[in-house]
């Protein structure tokens, strides 16, 4: 069986000690040889410059591709046509494009005035704008807006057909709602890759209440096991990784070989899981030199 290919995800850090932190997690995930490093965007454009700024950060100083995400909240299309050709301009040339949540205090997505009506058409905007990469966001338990799976299929398929190069998933626990998904998606015509999202627990009781707001079913064994290691964070790391490796070679026995890692902007559990898996980075944590720091 051929090596996987891993990408890994994080999230702007709000401080400077906290970027620095950040930046020496991704000297050590750098050395697992990864596709691409993605970085989010706050779903009001809260973000938006740190995004900018750790991506930028990432495609100086790092042997790996930057992939912004862009969301169609808050923005005008003149606003988000403007901002993919600046980071077209400073050298990104991927990016994961998502509708992005309602705003605060409200319960419904609706359209900036002026701007993208959902990720589908915002996939052919960026595309009109340059030559980028585009991935998008898939649900293998469907989007909890979503009136019915068929009606996810439908929109992710709307997302594929305006372009998008690569279909990211939500995390999820049972392998069965991936590959339920993934045969629905061949079925719907849908022949874009399909990259199933990893999420190696930290702490449960927070992913277990993320989880029930997404839509995310946490197995009851998972409970089970999860639930009392609440004071033994040494026990739940190891156990977490081997959760995430079972899961990850299982669905390798399905035929998956891309990962997309979750990191929470840690580096130990993806790391010792790539490692399992067969990636072998370099031993010598000098092996990536960079400036670390401010104006780094």
Avoid at 32 to 50: E, I, K
Avoid at 143 to 149: D, F, L, R, V
Avoid at 204 to 215: I, K, L, P, Y
Wanted: glycine share 8%; aromatic share 10%; with cysteine.
């Amino acid at each position: 069986m051929t090596q996987p290919t891993v990408s890994f995800e994080f999230f702007p850090p709000a401080d400077e000690a906290a970027v620095q932190r950040l930046q020496r997690v991704m000297c050590r995930l750098v050395r697992l040889g990864p596709a691409f490093f993605s970085v989010t965007y706050g779903a009001d454009g809260s973000t938006r410059s740190r995004t900018e700024g750790l991506v930028c950060w990432i495609r100086q100083q790092l042997p790996v591709p930057p992939a912004a995400h862009l969301t169609c909240v808050g923005s005008t299309r003149a606003q988000i046509d403007a901002l993919a050709l600046r980071w077209w301009a400073l050298g990104i040339r991927h990016i994961v494009a998502l509708r992005g949540d309602p705003p605060k205090g409200t319960d419904r997505y609706r359209p900036e005035p002026g701007g993208y009506c959902n990720a589908a058409d915002l996939v052919r905007g960026i595309r009109a704008a340059a030559e980028f990469e585009v991935s998008v966001a898939g649900y293998p338990e469907p989007h909890p807006e979503s009136s019915s799976p068929a009606a996810d299929i439908d929109n992710l398929k709307a997302k594929v057909d305006a372009g998008a190069d690569r279909i990211l998933t939500q995390y999820f626990f049972d392998n069965a709602c991936f590959l339920r998904f993934r045969d629905r998606c061949r079925a719907a015509g849908i022949t874009t890759p399909i990259v199933p999202g990893i999420l190696p627990v930290t702490d449960f009781r927070r992913v277990a209440e993320f989880s029930r707001r997404c839509g995310v079913t946490i197995p009851p064994r998972m409970t089970a096991i999860f639930e009392p290691l609440d004071a033994d964070a040494r026990t739940r790391e190891m156990i977490a990784a081997g959760a995430a490796v079972s899961q990850c070679e299982d669905l390798r026995r399905e035929g998956v070989n891309a990962f997309h890692f979750y990191t929470l902007n840690r580096a130990r559990l993806s790391y010792a899981i790539c490692w399992w898996l067969g990636l072998r980075g370099s031993a010598d944590p000098g092996a990536v030199r960079v400036a670390v720091g401010p104006g780094a």
